[in-house]
């Protein structure tokens, strides 16, 4: 485990407020940093030793690659939030455009019914799947925010969000779309 991280992390977010009902900031930072510790125990954060770099090429060459790589059976698409596909892996460009568009609808669905699904019943996802007899994923539409900008991730099969592929995907879209001109406006 690298404690450096951990200390890294906690230091760069010590000056975010904290909203913790009966816990001062110093119990808040503590309970973090164990937080923190936690999850690179269980592995849900990885630690590099050397900073990690921007990967090569541009998006366009890169996301029908990356793309596959988020799926057990290759195939996902990547649309925005009005329904309109970017890239996509293993889907046929009539299924690419028809699950873009239900991937729009499902956003705007999701968006008029955030009162019921994030406030009186607490979801803490906007995520929608075409679940099998057992209840497992077939299809899961995977809302992605890069600042103010929506995208939606379609992914067939079993998601594979644990690869560097989607860490890649991430990063190419934040250089892409991301200004930073979202925090400026809201401290203003």
Same mark, same amino acid.
Request: proline share 4%; net charge negative; aromatic share 10%.
């Given at each position: 485990?690298?404690?450096?991280?951990?200390?890294?992390?906690?230091?760069?977010?010590?000056?975010?407020?904290?909203?913790?009902?009966?816990?001062?900031?110093?119990?808040?930072?503590?309970?973090?940093?164990?937080?923190?510790?936690?999850?690179?125990?269980?592995?849900?954060?990885q630690?590099?030793?050397?900073?990690?770099?921007?990967?090569?090429?541009?998006?366009?060459?890169?996301?029908?690659?990356?793309?596959?790589?988020l799926?057990?059976?290759?195939?996902?698409?990547?649309?925005?939030?009005?329904?309109?596909?970017?890239?996509?892996?293993?889907?046929?460009?009539?299924?690419?455009?028809?699950?873009?568009?239900?991937?729009?609808?499902?956003?705007?669905?999701?968006? !008029?019914?955030?009162?019921?699904?994030?406030?009186?019943?607490?979801?803490?996802?906007?995520?929608?799947?075409?679940?099998?007899?057992?209840g497992?994923?077939?299809?899961?539409?995977?809302?992605?925010?890069?600042?103010?900008?929506?995208?939606?991730?379609?992914?067939?099969?079993?998601?594979?969000?644990?690869?560097?592929?989607?860490?890649?995907?991430v990063?190419?879209?934040?250089? !892409?779309?991301?200004?930073?001109e979202?925090?400026?406006?809201?401290?203003?």
């Amino acid at each position: 485990m690298n404690n450096e991280l951990v200390n890294g992390l906690s230091a760069q977010y010590a000056d975010m407020p904290v909203d913790l009902p009966g816990e001062t900031q110093a119990d808040s930072q503590a309970d973090a940093q164990q937080a923190l510790t936690h999850m690179i125990r269980l592995k849900w954060l990885q630690s590099f030793e050397e900073p990690a770099h921007a990967p090569d090429g541009t998006i366009e060459e890169r996301l029908p690659e990356l793309l596959q790589q988020l799926s057990s059976d290759g195939r996902a698409l990547l649309a925005d939030d009005q329904g309109f596909y970017l890239a996509c892996a293993g889907f046929t460009h009539e299924a690419a455009e028809e699950l873009s568009a239900l991937s729009g609808d499902l956003a705007s669905l999701s968006a !008029r019914h955030e009162g019921i699904l994030h406030g009186n019943l607490k979801m803490n996802s906007s995520a929608f799947a075409v679940v099998d007899a057992g209840g497992y994923s077939q299809l899961g539409f995977w809302p992605l925010f890069i600042g103010e900008t929506a995208f939606v991730l379609v992914v067939s099969g079993v998601p594979r969000f644990d690869q560097a592929a989607f860490v890649d995907l991430v990063w190419y879209l934040h250089k !892409r779309y991301y200004s930073g001109e979202d925090e400026k406006t809201d401290a203003a």
